[in-house]
């Protein structure tokens, strides 16, 4: 079970850090990605990242301005976001990626995925 937290209302121009932990197990093999879904919208693949190897990857929409990273701890994922727009608000999840991250922004695969309860992240002055 993973479980985003850390959402919020924020103006544009700010920035927000929401985490992933991992309940019971760790991540060290794992790739976690990050997903949102704006209202009306499909979900999209953020950012992933692979845990063993630590290569990360980035949504032309994000890149630059999000950062992935691995905890001190093996069962949590950061994603720090900066400048936020408004195009940014949307529910954040976290879930398992393929492995090394291939595909992990395939809607197929998002859309065979469950999903938790994910964190709102509002972007708006």
């Known amino acids: 079970q993973l479980q985003a937290s850390g959402g919020g209302l924020v103006q544009p121009g700010g920035s927000l850090r929401l985490s992933c932990a991992a309940s019971?197990?760790?991540?060290?093999?794992?790739?976690i990605g990050w997903f949102r879904q704006a209202p009306g919208k499909e979900r999209e693949g953020v950012s992933c990242?692979?845990?063993?190897?630590?290569?990360?990857y980035y949504s032309d929409a994000v890149k630059g301005r999000f950062t992935i990273s691995r905890g001190n701890a093996k069962n949590t994922v950061y994603l720090q976001m900066n400048s936020l727009k408004p195009e940014d608000t949307a529910v954040y999840y976290c879930?398992?990626?393929?492995?090394?991250?291939?595909?992990?922004?395939?809607?197929?695969?998002?859309?065979?995925?469950?999903w938790g309860q994910g964190t709102l992240v509002t972007v708006s002055s």
């Open positions: 990242i692979s845990m063993s190897v630590g290569a990360t």
């Open positions: 019971g197990f760790t991540l060290d093999y794992s790739a």
């Open positions: 879930s398992r990626a393929p492995v090394g991250c291939l595909g992990y922004q395939e809607i197929d695969f998002m859309r065979a995925k469950s």
